[in-house]
């Protein structure tokens, strides 16, 4: 049987504007040149005024804005474009409490271009090496194609039967599977050593063998590698020694031998180049004890909506006649018009954003920017700022997840700042990092024959007055990839 109901919903909806400025938001500076570009090239309505020299007055943003208020109060009918406010967004945020001027005293040296060295990559340099042999075009191709499924480690983890299965497909190639493995042999002879290993073990084993063999060391090394791995990765040097005869002095010589291998030869040639660069979006100096914040010039860039664009829509609305085609080129003209205005408005409360939140950030951990010690690092979570600021949790985590500020101590990421409470013996709260602090350096200057478990670790906290369950210590520990103390010993 139907029935029918009355049911209330309340729905919240972002906005295509809001959208767009929430994804402004987390963009990092080194990205926001690609994406403003990107707009610029999409939108003609949409100038850099830096980029253009033409003398017209000054005022552009302020001017334009009543413009556009007085050319949509003339027209009568009606665009179906609904206006966007971005402060309707951001609600109770005021965007006089900052100011959007910026410090420009490193905006030179930002735009000065960094030379970059001309270098070969690692899949280059072993296709030269591969050009130089005496080869048969099939070998060739199955040589080609064996580096072509290199990871960038320098390992070849795809199956044999499925690089025959390529060549069979793509190239035409029929080949066995003593084929490929013969090609694999000579690839592995290649530079740098280890390269084409299909594991860690052949890596370290390849890289071995092309040592002394007549060397007693190398030899031990080798039979470690090659029958003792899963010992030898445990730190299980007890068992070493029995297994391979070898007295505890003996062992740390083969076991340094072994420790000096590359377990990832792919790396040994990566073009630098690839890795991002970080540019800081805020900077934060101490000037005799008063931090000063300065937002990265780059945040700031100078855009203006189109003077002719403003013309020409002008000159259409007031045409005495507008048929079919008129209209839609007003359309036209006015989408492009407030796509602009709404992206200039979305950049502007990105840098008003950016400085309210750090700002926030900053006064919470003063005492930390004046000294760069983590020990002064208060308790803050993302729920602390958002209340200081008016905003909501999201953009501060939005924030705080993909932005970098520059002090006189280092580059950080602002999500580093945000910690956990922990309470003393005499019920002060302190940071999550002050504890991590303590336990990287007691781990630091432990003894390494004899390295401390985390039991041990324990007792050592509550003798600071941090009372830490054993499970928490080795939470911290590893949140810092520190090994268990097994793992970190040392012959």
């Known amino acids: 049987m139907l029935k029918q109901h009355l049911q209330q919903k309340l729905l919240q909806k972002l906005s295509p504007q809001q959208i767009q400025f929430i994804k402004l938001l987390q963009v990092p500076t080194v990205a926001l040149d690609t994406r403003i570009k990107e707009e610029l090239e999409d939108n003609p309505a949409l100038e850099d ?45 005021s965007s006089n409490d900052y100011s959007t001027s910026y410090s420009n005293g490193d905006d030179d040296e930002e735009k000065k271009e960094t030379p970059i060295a001309i270098e070969t990559t690692f899949f280059e340099s072993l296709q030269q090496q591969l050009d130089l042999l005496p080869l048969s075009d099939e070998d060739f191709i199955v040589g080609r194609q064996i580096i072509g499924s290199l990871d960038d480690d320098g390992y070849l983890r795809r199956p044999i039967t499925s690089m025959i299965d390529d060549l069979a497909f793509s190239q035409n ?50 039979e470690i590698v090659e029958n003792h791995l899963d010992e030898f990765t445990r730190k299980h040097y007890d068992k070493l020694e029995r297994a391979v005869g070898l007295n505890s002095e003996e062992l740390k010589d083969v076991v340094a031998e072994i420790l000096r291998l590359n377990p990832k030869p792919g790396d040994s040639n990566q073009v630098t180049t690839k890795q991002m660069q970080i540019i800081p979006d805020f900077h934060i100096s101490n000037n005799d004890s008063v931090l000063v914040l300065t937002l990265n010039a780059r945040n700031a860039p100078e855009l203006r909506v189109s003077r002719s664009y403003m013309d020409m829509f002008d000159h259409y609305d007031k045409a005495s006649q507008k048929d079919k085609k008129m209209k839609e080129a007003v359309q036209f003209v ?71 500020v520059q002090t006189e101590f280092g580059t950080f990421l602002l999500k580093s700042f945000f910690s956990e409470a922990i309470q003393t013996e005499s019920g002060e709260e302190v940071s999550n990092k002050e504890v991590k602090k303590i336990l990287e350096d007691c781990i630091g200057k432990e003894d390494k024959r004899k390295p401390l478990a985390d039991e041990r670790l324990t007792e050592i906290l509550k003798e600071h007055g941090y009372n830490i369950a054993r499970r928490t210590v080795a939470k911290y520990r590893e949140q810092m990839n520190i090994p268990v103390a097994r793992l970190r010993k040392e012959l």
């Open 49 to 93: 005024s830096s980029l253009i020299s033409l003398e017209e007055p000054k005022g552009e943003y302020d001017d334009l804005q009543d413009d556009r208020d007085d050319f949509d109060s003339e027209r009568g009918e009606d665009t179906g474009m609904d206006e966007f406010n971005v402060d309707d967004y951001l609600q109770d945020d």
């Open 334 to 404: 006015k989408q492009k018009l407030d796509s602009a205005k709404w992206f200039i408005d979305a950049i502007k409360q990105r840098q008003q954003t950016l400085l309210k939140t750090m700002n926030a950030i900053m006064q919470y951990q003063y005492e930390y920017f004046l000294t760069g010690d983590e020990r002064k690092l208060r308790p803050m979570i993302l729920k602390d700022i958002a209340d200081k600021i008016g905003m909501d949790i999201s953009t501060v985590s939005r924030v705080a997840n993909s932005k970098y």
């Open 173 to 222: 190639v029929m080949v066995e599977e003593e084929d490929v493995l013969e090609m694999l042999k000579l690839i592995q002879s290649f530079d740098p050593p280890g390269i084409a290993a299909r594991d860690l073990q052949e890596c370290l084993s390849l890289q071995l063998k092309r040592k002394d063999a007549a060397n007693p060391l190398i030899k031990k090394a080798i």
